[in-house]
C-alpha cells in the first residue's frame, strides 16, 4: 500500500495500480476465506457428530451479547463504507469521522468479545484451563462441550484477531486522512481496508448463527 | 517355490490372484505407453538431430484428430482400471455374513488378536485355510495398518471407530504381517505372523490352548453385571433399555424413525455414546462409558451381546425394527 | 513494427560479447542492497541461495536413511533417529526445497522478464514473503536442532498432536508461517499476470512457464491457507489439549486427514506444474519450433489445478472413509491423469521434424519425460482402488512419489537453471561437464528409485528403520543408486558455481529462443527492459523471427544487430 | 493495459449513501429475523430447518455486503470470478468431505 498518490515504478498508469492493489486484496480475500473454511469443516463435522451437545453447549453463551455485536459489526461496516464514499466524493471531513465511528465500533466489538470471554472463564467454560462444562456432567458430554467451546473460542478468537488488525489499519488510516490525503483521484487504501473490513463483518455473520443458534427454541 | 529374487510376493488369499491379475493388466498397458513414448523421443532425437547451427525445425503448431485421440483413448483405458480396481475393492469392503470374526487390536507397538473363543496371541494370527476370515479392528492410541502382502489386504486401524478388514486363506502356511501405517518408534517392530492351518488343526490348536477365563463372552457376561447394564437391558424386554437378545446384525429402529444394522460398530458406539442414537420408544436414561472401559472390555461386552443372538427374542422391548421395514 | 526490437544476436557470435556494463546484479552494493531489495531478479537469488541450503539438509537426510537401510537390521541409527531423518527429510524438502524452489526462485526472476513488466505487482509483498519463508525455516530448523521430529512429514493426529515426544509444537508454527510465504507468492504472481503484461502480450501468447505458474498461484492461494489453520488447529491440539482430532476427546482423525490431504495433495501439483512449465520452455527451443498444441498444454495446466483438487480422499482408501466417497475419488484421480498425459504426448510431437540440439537443458527436457512418465504412469496404479490396498503405504509409493518429486519436479528446476543460467549471471556453464552431470543424474536416480517398485509390491512398508532380510537386495541397488545421485547433485553446485564468475560470456540469447525474457541484455538491468517492449509475434514462433539469427526458410537470415547493449 | 482497460473505471462506481442506509436496515430486519427463527423449532416440521433458515438468511446477508458494501455488483468481471472461485473451492471443502462422512454407513 502506497502512503501518497504517486505512480510507483512498476506500473505504467495510475488506472492499473489502482486496479492491481484492488485485485491483490480480492485475491488476499479468497485465502482468507479458505483459512476460515478449514475451521468451518472441522466445526460442520463437530456440530453433525454431536448435536445435542453442541446446542447444549451453545445455549450456554450469551445470546443478548452476541446479537448486540452483530448490530455494532454491521453498523461499523455501514461506517466504513460511508467513508469510502466520503474519499470517493472529496469530502475530506467526513471520511476522518466515519473512519473514527468505525474505529470506536470495531472497538466496541472487541470489548464486548472481552466481556464473553470472561464470563466464559467464569464458567470454567475455557478449554485447556481447568474445563468443566457443567457439575455432574459425564465424561463424554464433558469433551463434546470442550470440542465446541475449542472452535468456538478459536474461531471468535481468530476473527477477534482479525479485528484487531483491522484496527490498526483503520489507525493508520485516520492519521493520513488528518492529514488531507485522501480525495477522489486516490482514495486506494480507504477502498482496501474497507474490502477488509467488510470481509471480517462477513465472517462474523456466519459465525453468529452458527456459534450462538443452535437450539435456541 | 520362488526364486531368489522374486517378483511379486506369494499369492495366499482368494484376494492375490485377482490384485496380481489387475497389476499385470495395467502394467500392460503402461509399458506399452512408456515403450512407445520413448521409443518416439529417441528415435526423434537421432532423426532430427540438427544439422547446422542455423537450422530450424518445420513449424507444426498443433492437430485437433491427435489432440482428440489422446484425449479419449487414455481416459477410456483409464476407466476400465478405474472398473477393475473398484470390484475389488467393494469385494474387500463388503465381508461376506459367514466370517470368522477375530478381533484385533494395535497399540504402540504390538498386535493383540483374539479368536472367538476367547484365546488371545500377540504378534501372532492364526486362521484356517478355505474359511473367510473378518477382522475387526481396534486400536488403543494412534492410527495403526493391518497388512498382509501375501494376501493383497491391509486396512488402517483408527482409534475411535472399528474398521474390518476381510479374507480367505488359500494356503497353509506362515505369513508375515505388518504395521503399514507409521506409528511412532518402534513401528518397524511392529509386525508378526499369519499362521495359515488347515480346519482340523486349526481346530485342535483352538480347543489345546483355550482357556475357559478367557472366554471373551463369559468375561462379557461378569462385566453386563458388574457394569449395572444387567439392570435396565433385562432380556424379556420389560426394562428401562432394550432387551439385547438377538439384536447382533438385526435392524434397529431408532427414534427418529430411521434403522441402523446392530454390528460391531454400532454397538461400541452405543456403548460410549449411547446418546447418538437412541431406540424407538425409550429414553435417553444410559450414562457413557467413555474412559471407562478398555479396548478389550468393549469387545467383551460386544462378545456377550453376540452370544445372546441364539437367545429368544420378545415381542415388545427388544428395538428391533419389525421385519419388511428397510 | 513486424521487426522486434534488435536485442539479440546469433549463437554464433556467444564468444564475442561483453557482460552489460550496469546490471542488475552491480547496480548497488553492499549486504543491504541485497537484503532490502525489491528488485524481483534479486529476491530469486535471495530464494536460489535459501532452498540450496535447505535442499542440502534434505539430502544429508536422505544420505544417511539410504546407508542405514544397507543392512535390514539397519546398524546406523536407532530407530528414534532414524524415524527423525525421514521426517525431517520430508519436511526439508517438501515445505522448504519443493515448494518454493520453482516458483520462488525460476517464477520470481522469469515472470516479469517474460510478460515484459518491471517487476512484480507487489515488490515489496515479494520480498516480505522472503523473509516469512526465513522465519518459518528458523522455526523448523529450530525443531531439527532441539529434538528433532519424528511425525512423518504428514503429521498426522492423535500420533503429531498427542503421542510424540518430539519438537512437534515449533515445527507445526514454522510451516504454519511458511504457508504466508507461499500464498503472498501466489498472490503477487496472479496480481502480476493479469495487470502487468507489455502491450501485445495477451494471455495466448504468454509463454507456457507463465500459464504454468499462474495455475500454481491458484493451487498457492487456494490450498495453503488450509493447510496452515489445519495445523494451527493441529498444535493448538498439542499445546493445549484440545480434542479437534484427538478421538479420546471425541474429535476425528481422518478429518485432519482430509484438510491435511486438501492441500497437501494439490500441493504435488505445486511442485510438478512449474517443472512442466520449464520443460515446455526447453523443448520448442532445443526444437526450434513451436510447441505441438499450445492451447492443450496451456489449458491443462489449469485443469491439471482445478481437478487436483477433487481427488484429495485417494490417499485415505484405506481409513475406512466410505466406499462411496472412495469410488467417487478413484474415478476423480483417473481424470486428473488425462491432462498430464496431453501435455506428455505433445511434447513428444513436438519433436517431430524439429531441429533438435543435445544441449544441456535438453537432456535434462528429455529426462524429464521419461521420469514424468513412469512417474505419472504408477500413479494409475495406486489410483486404482484394487491395487492400493496391497500399495498402500510401501515402497512403491515412495518410488513412485520420489519419480514425480525428484525425477519430474528436481529434474525440471536443474534443467531450468541451466536454461536461465546465461539470463540469470550472464554466463554460460562449461557444457561437457554439465553433460555429464545429467546423465549421472539419470543414471543414479532411476537405480535409486526403480528397485523401489518393486519393494514395494513384494510388501516392503515405507517409514521401517528395519526390514526382513528378503528385502535386502533391492535395497543395497537403491543405495548404490543413491551415491551415484548424490555425486549428480554435487556437480551442477559446483561447476555452475564457478561459471558465475569465469564462465563464457553468454551475450543476450546464446540458444536461441525465442521469449521476451531474451530479448533484453544478460544479466538484464534492473528494470528489466530499457522501454517497455511491445509484443508483435506469437509464441515459440521462429519462422518470422529474423532477429534470431537462423536460417529461416525463405527469408536471408538479417546481420544481427549489436551495441545496444 | 492490454485487455483489461475495459474494465478500469467501474472500479470507481460511487454508491450513493442512500444504498448503504437501505442495505443496513435490510441487514438489520435479517438479523432480528435470525434470532427470532432460532427460537422456533422449526425442526418439528421438518428435521435441520432450523439450521438451513439461519445459513440460508446468513448467506443472503453476506452477499448483500458483498453486493452493495464491497461493491461486488458494480466490480469488473475479474473480480467476480475471484468471489466465485472462493466460495466455489469452500464448497468443495466443505460438500465432498461431507459425502465422505454421510455415506459412510454402507450395505
Known amino acids: 500500500m502506497h502512503r501518497t498518490g504517486e505512480l510507483y515504478g512498476q506500473f505504467e498508469t495510475l488506472d492499473q495500480q489502482r486496479e492491481t492493489a484492488s485485485l491483490g486484496m480480492w485475491v488476499f480475500l479468497v485465502t482468507e476465506v479458505l483459512f476460515f473454511g478449514g475451521m468451518f469443516m472441522t466445526y460442520t463435522l463437530n456440530r453433525s457428530t454431536y448435536p445435542e451437545v453442541f446446542g447444549e453447549a451453545s445455549r450456554s453463551i450469551n445470546l443478548t451479547l452476541g446479537a448486540v455485536n452483530t448490530v455494532v459489526l454491521i453498523g461499523s461496516s455501514l461506517t466504513m463504507a460511508m467513508s469510502v464514499w466520503a474519499a470517493q466524493v472529496g469530502k475530506k471531513q467526513l471520511v476522518t469521522i466515519f473512519l473514527i465511528l468505525t474505529l470506536i465500533l470495531g472497538t466496541v466489538f472487541l470489548g464486548i468479545k472481552g466481556v464473553e470471554y470472561h464470563e466464559k472463564f467464569v464458567e470454567h467454560h475455557v478449554p485447556g484451563l481447568n474445563f468443566n462444562f457443567e457439575p455432574g456432567a459425564d465424561t463424554a458430554t464433558n469433551a463434546h462441550a470442550q470440542l465446541f467451546f475449542s472452535l468456538y473460542f478459536a474461531m471468535t478468537g481468530l476473527h477477534a484477531l482479525h479485528m484487531i488488525i483491522g484496527a490498526g489499519l483503520l489507525i493508520w488510516l485516520i492519521k493520513e486522512s488528518f492529514k488531507g490525503r485522501f480525495n477522489p483521484e486516490y482514495s486506494t487504501p480507504v477502498d482496501l481496508v474497507g474490502l477488509y473490513w467488510h470481509f471480517v463483518d462477513i465472517v462474523w455473520i456466519f459465525l453468529f448463527p452458527l456459534l450462538y443458534l443452535i437450539d435456541r427454541h | 517355490m520362488q526364486s531368489q529374487l522374486p517378483l511379486y510376493p506369494e499369492q495366499a488369499s482368494n484376494f492375490a490372484p485377482s490384485v496380481d491379475a489387475l497389476m499385470v493388466y495395467i502394467t500392460a498397458i503402461c509399458l506399452f505407453f512408456a515403450v512407445a513414448i520413448t521409443a518416439a523421443v529417441i528415435f526423434f532425437f537421432f532423426k532430427y538431430k540438427r544439422k547446422t547451427p542455423g537450422e530450424v525445425g518445420v513449424p507444426i503448431h498443433g492437430d485437433m484428430r491427435l489432440e482428440t485421440i489422446w484425449l479419449v483413448v487414455p481416459l477410456l483405458l483409464s476407466l476400465t482400471m478405474f472398473a477393475g480396481g473398484a470390484v475389488i475393492y467393494v469385494d474387500f469392503r463388503r465381508p461376506p455374513l459367514d466370517t470368522l470374526d477375530i478381533y484385533v487390536i494395535g497399540k504402540q507397538w504390538m498386535w493383540k488378536s483374539q479368536q472367538p473363543t476367547g484365546l488371545r496371541e500377540i504378534n501372532e494370527l492364526h486362521v484356517p485355510v478355505g474359511r473367510n476370515v473378518k477382522l475387526i479392528l481396534a486400536s488403543e492410541d494412534v492410527i495403526h495398518n493391518f497388512s498382509i502382502p501375501d494376501f493383497r489386504v491391509k486396512m488402517d486401524v483408527v482409534p475411535g471407530h472399528y474398521n474390518t478388514m476381510w479374507f480367505r486363506p488359500t494356503k497353509p502356511g506362515r505369513y508375515h504381517f505388518f504395521c503399514s501405517q507409521y506409528c511412532g518408534t518402534n513401528h518397524a517392530l511392529m509386525g508378526g505372523w499369519v499362521t495359515v492351518m488347515e480346519p482340523s488343526d486349526y481346530e485342535s490348536w483352538l480347543s489345546g490352548s483355550s482357556a475357559a477365563d478367557a472366554n471373551p463372552v463369559v468375561a462379557g457376561e461378569k462385566l453386563f453385571t458388574e457394569k449395572a447394564c444387567a439392570t435396565c437391558h433385562l432380556p424379556d424386554g420389560k426394562g428401562r433399555a432394550p432387551s439385547l437378545n438377538g439384536v447382533y446384525q438385526a435392524k434397529v429402529l431408532l427414534m427418529d424413525g430411521s434403522t441402523v444394522t446392530a454390528d460391531d460398530a454400532y454397538l461400541r458406539e452405543s456403548i460410549l455414546a449411547p446418546n447418538a442414537k437412541i431406540v424407538a420408544g425409550f429414553q435417553p436414561l444410559m450414562p457413557t462409558f467413555q474412559g471407562q472401559l478398555t479396548e478389550e472390555e468393549i469387545l467383551a461386552l460386544t462378545a456377550y451381546i453376540k452370544s445372546l443372538q441364539s437367545q429368544p427374542v420378545p415381542a415388545t422391548g427388544a428395538g428391533i425394527a419389525p421385519a419388511g421395514k428397510k | 513494427m513486424s521487426t522486434p526490437n534488435n536485442l539479440a544476436g546469433p549463437p554464433s557470435n556467444a564468444g564475442g560479447y561483453q557482460l552489460p556494463r550496469e546490471n542488475y546484479l552491480n547496480a548497488t552494493y553492499g549486504i543491504r542492497s541485497w537484503l532490502l531489495t525489491t528488485d524481483h531478479k534479486r529476491i530469486a537469488l535471495l530464494y536460489l541461495v535459501s532452498v540450496t541450503f535447505f535442499f542440502f539438509i534434505g539430502g544429508t537426510f536422505a544420505s544417511l536413511i539410504r546407508i542405514h537401510l544397507l543392512t535390514p537390521g539397519g546398524y546406523l541409527v536407532t530407530p528414534e533417529t532414524y524415524n527423525k531423518l525421514f521426517t525431517m527429510h520430508g519436511v526439508a524438502m517438501v515445505f522448504f526445497f519443493l515448494i518454493p524452489s520453482i516458483p520462488a526462485v525460476l517464477g520470481n526472476f522469469l515472470i516479469p522478464l517474460m510478460i515484459g513488466a518491471k517487476d512484480l505487482a507487489f515488490p515489496k509483498i515479494n520480498l516480505l514473503s522472503w523473509y516469512i519463508y526465513l522465519i518459518g525455516g528458523s522455526f523448523v530448523l529450530y525443531s531439527f536442532a532441539t529434538g528433532g521430529l519424528d511425525t512423518g512429514w504428514t503429521f498426522y493426529t492423535p500420533l503429531s498432536s498427542v503421542y510424540s515426544n518430539s519438537a512437534v509444537t515449533p515445527a507445526v508454527i514454522g510451516i504454519f508461517i511458511n504457508g504466508f510465504s507461499s500464498i503472498l507468492t501466489g498472490l503477487n504472481f496472479i496480481v502480476t499476470i493479469h495487470t502487468m503484461r507489455a502491450p501485445g502480450m495477451t494471455w495466448f501468447r504468454l509463454p507456457l512457464f507463465v500459464w504454468a505458474h499462474y495455475a500454481t498461484s491458484v493451487i498457492f492461494i487456494l490450498g495453503t491457507p488450509v493447510i496452515a489453520i489445519t495445523l494451527l488447529l493441529a498444535g493448538l491440539e498439542r499445546m493445549f489439549h484440545l480434542g479437534f482430532f484427538n478421538p479420546q476427546l471425541g474429535g476425528d482423525p481422518i478429518l485432519f486427514q482430509h484438510l491435511f490431504w486438501f492441500y497437501s495433495h494439490p500441493a504435488v501439483y505445486i511442485m510438478i506444474l512449474p517443472a512442466m512449465g520449464v520443460i515446455s520452455e526447453i523443448i520448442p527451443t532445443f526444437a526450434r519450433k513451436p510447441i505441438f498444441g499450445y492451447s492443450f498444454v496451456a489449458g491443462s495446466s489449469i485443469a491439471i489445478a482445478v481437478i487436483g483438487f477433487f481427488v484429495w480422499a485417494h490417499h485415505m482408501f484405506l481409513t475406512g472413509e466410505s466406499a462411496y466417497a472412495a469410488l467417487t475419488f478413484s474415478f476423480l484421480s483417473y481424470l486428473v491423469a488425462i491432462p498430464s498425459a496431453v501435455k506428455t504426448f505433445n511434447w513428444t510431437s513436438t519433436l517431430y521434424k524439429g531441429s533438435i540440439s543435445w544441449e544441456t537443458p535438453m537432456l535434462y527436457g528429455l529426462g524429464f519425460i521419461g521420469l514424468f512418465l513412469i512417474g505419472g504412469l504408477t500413479g494409475l496404479f495406486l489410483a486404482c482402488l484394487g491395487l492400493d490396498i496391497h500399495l498402500h503405504d510401501t515402497y512403491f509409493v515412495i518410488a513412485h512419489f520420489h519419480y514425480i518429486m525428484v525425477g519430474g519436479a528436481v529434474m525440471g528446476y536443474v534443467g531450468g537453471l541451466h536454461f536461465w543460467w546465461p539470463k540469470i549471471t550472464g554466463r554460460l556453464y562449461p557444457e561437457g561437464l554439465a553433460k555429464t552431470a545429467a546423465v549421472t543424474l539419470f543414471i543414479g536416480f532411476n537405480l535409486t528409485f526403480f528397485p523401489q517398485f518393486i519393494l514395494g509390491y513384494l510388501g516392503m512398508p515405507r517409514r521401517y528403520h528395519s526390514y526382513p532380510p528378503e528385502f535386502q537386495v533391492f535395497n543395497v541397488m537403491s543405495t548404490a543408486g543413491a551415491s551415484i545421485l548424490a555425486l549428480g547433485y554435487l556437480l551442477p553446485m559446483i561447476y555452475l558455481t564457478w561459471s558465475m564468475r569465469y564462465g563464457k560470456i553468454a551475450g543476450p540469447n546464446p540458444w536461441p529462443a525465442t521469449g521476451l525474457e531474451w530479448k533484453t541484455a544478460s544479466p538484464p538491468l534492473t528494470e528489466n527492459f530499457d522501454v517497455t517492449p511491445e509484443v508483435n509475434w506469437e509464441p515459440y514462433d521462429f519462422d518470422n523471427r529474423h532477429d534470431l539469427g537462423l536460417d529461416v526458410k525463405g527469408h536471408p537470415s538479417l546481420a544481427p544487430a549489436h551495441g545496444d547493449d | ?107
Not at chain 4, 453486493?67 to 473480480?79: A, C, D, E, V
Open chain 4, 1 to 107: 493495459m492490454s485487455d483489461n482497460s475495459a474494465d478500469t473505471h467501474s472500479e470507481h462506481h460511487i454508491v450513493s449513501p442512500k444504498v448503504y442506509l437501505t442495505i443496513f436496515a435490510a441487514l438489520m430486519v435479517c438479523t432480528f429475523l435470525t434470532v427470532e427463527a432460532a427460537k422456533i423449532d422449526l425442526n418439528a416440521y421438518f428435521n435441520g430447518l432450523n439450521i438451513i433458515v439461519a445459513l440460508v438468511i446468513a448467506t443472503f446477508k453476506a452477499s448483500l455486503v458483498v453486493l452493495f458494501f464491497m461493491h461486488g455488483k458494480y466490480s469488473p468481471k475479474r473480480t467476480k470470478l475471484v468471489i466465485v472461485c472462493s466460495v466455489f473451492w469452500l464448497a468443495i471443502m466443505l460438500f465432498m468431505t461431507m459425502s465422505d462422512y454421510v455415506t459412510r454407513p454402507w450395505k
